[in-house]
């Protein structure tokens, strides 16, 4: 079993920045890919960006140049910057860990974009 630890949600005008951490505890295996998707009321789960242990990083076209993932490989952690954040950002952001076969999602942290 693996546990996801996330925060850093919140509330942030148009144009801000906000970072997600997620932490991830228990059976990591050494090989394993941390990303984060997410989802707003009526729309169904998108990805957002993964980080593989290789180094190799992944965006949705709609954040790309605004979020950067990034990973601590010795605190078992991912993280993503999110700046110039729009209204259309705003969703429950899952952090999701993939490694061994296995699946864990983290319990969501809601980040709100408005005025």
């Known amino acids: 079993q693996v546990q996801l630890v996330e925060s850093g949600g919140g509330l942030v005008q148009p144009g801000g920045s906000l970072r997600l951490s997620c932490a991830a505890s228990?059976?990591?295996?050494?090989?394993?890919?941390m990303g984060w998707y997410r989802q707003s009321p009526g729309n169904q789960r998108e990805l957002v960006g993964i980080a593989t242990d290789g180094g190799i990083t992944i965006y949705a076209d709609s954040v790309k140049g605004r979020f950067t993932i990034s990973r601590d490989n010795a605190k078992n952690t991912v993280y993503l910057q999110m700046n110039s954040l729009k209204p259309e950002d705003t969703a429950v952001y899952y952090c999701?860990?993939?490694?061994?076969?296995?699946?864990?999602w983290g319990q969501g942290t809601q980040v709100t974009v408005s005025s």
């Open positions: 999701k860990f993939n490694g061994g076969g296995m699946v864990f």
């Open positions: 228990g059976s990591i295996f050494s090989r394993y890919a």
